[in-house]
């Protein structure tokens, strides 16, 4: 048997607003925003990775020791990964700074050797709370983030540029696009997975894995309630995210978020 959780999301625009889609040869505009079924969305995997921004984020301001620059021991089960197995130079300067335990998690692990995840034994091998949740390389998560749709009709907008020293536009450099207006509406449903009697798995607790690894480390010394985890990594999370979309620096992204259980 499975029991789920749902939560409904309703995610308003305060401003102008674009998750880009692929081209159409059929529209002229340069920049489609992203349609499915004919319907202006914000796709899932934009809202899982402004969701996991911002639980990693939660994770380091609260758990990292910023006067000594590192994790404390207790608290190293927490520490995120960094999804993707090649970092790049920045990712590795964080987690040089130890705000990030390294690669993505993944399941089955080789501890004790430097073939398949290049951690020495001394290191954790656990999934990490965002990879527990949204899932790891090989281990399914509790979290299914949903796309959120919209009824409302796109705009299309111009953009060019501009010659330094005329001022004037660059010929051949005016480019469309397309965007939502502000007070746009996106709904959709996250699901969350509280239970499942033939995996022997149940929402905000250790699982049983049999296969090489540490697992779920941060549940085992029973300060995270399934309560807790819902509330402090799920839904406050899921609020917290104030902007998604691209075209930022020109005014664009800014988001409300309301997340409730739905009925």
Same mark, same amino acid.
């Given at each position: 048997m499975?029991?789920?959780?749902?939560?409904?999301?309703t995610l308003t625009t305060t401003e102008p607003f674009r998750v880009g889609g692929k081209s159409d040869p059929l529209s002229e505009a340069e920049n489609p925003v992203a349609v499915v079924g004919g319907r202006v969305c914000i796709p899932g995997p934009s809202?899982?990775?402004?969701?996991?921004?911002?639980?990693?984020?939660?994770?380091?301001?609260?758990?990292y020791d910023n006067q000594n620059k590192t994790w404390p021991q207790n608290k190293l089960a927490l520490q995120p990964c960094i999804p993707g197995t090649k970092l790049l130079s920045d990712e590795q300067r964080l987690v040089n700074e130890k705000h =990030?335990?390294?690669?993505?998690?993944? &399941?089955?692990?080789?501890?004790?050797? !430097?073939?398949?995840?290049?951690r020495?034994?001394?290191?954790?091998?656990?999934?990490c709370p965002v990879c527990y949740l949204l899932g790891a390389q090989g281990l399914v998560g509790f979290v299914?983030?949903? =796309?959120?749709?919209?009824?409302?009709? &796109?705009?299309?907008?111009?953009?060019? !540029?501009?010659?330094?020293?005329?001022?004037?536009?660059?010929?051949?450099t005016n480019r469309s696009y397309q965007l939502v207006p502000p007070e746009t509406v996106f709904t959709g449903i996250l699901e969350v997975l509280i239970s499942d009697s033939l995996l022997g798995w149940e929402f905000g607790r250790v699982r049983d894995l049999k296969e090489s690894t540490t697992g779920d480390v941060w549940l085992q010394n029973g300060q995270w309630s399934q309560e807790k985890v819902l509330k402090d990594l799920v839904v406050d999370r899921i609020k917290a995210i104030k902007g998604l979309g691209g075209y930022r620096s020109k005014g664009f992204g800014k988001v409300e978020i309301l997340i409730k259980e739905a009925d």
């Open positions: 499975i029991e789920r959780k749902s939560y409904a999301i809202l899982k990775g402004a969701f996991r921004g911002e639980l990693e984020r939660y994770l380091n301001d609260t758990y =990030f335990r390294g690669p993505s998690c993944h &399941y089955p692990c080789d501890i004790g050797t !430097r073939g398949k995840c290049g020495r034994n001394d290191e954790c091998h656990g999934i299914q983030v949903p =796309f959120l749709f919209t009824d409302i009709r &796109y705009d299309e907008l111009y953009s060019a !540029r501009l010659e330094r020293t005329s001022h004037t536009v660059v010929r051949g």
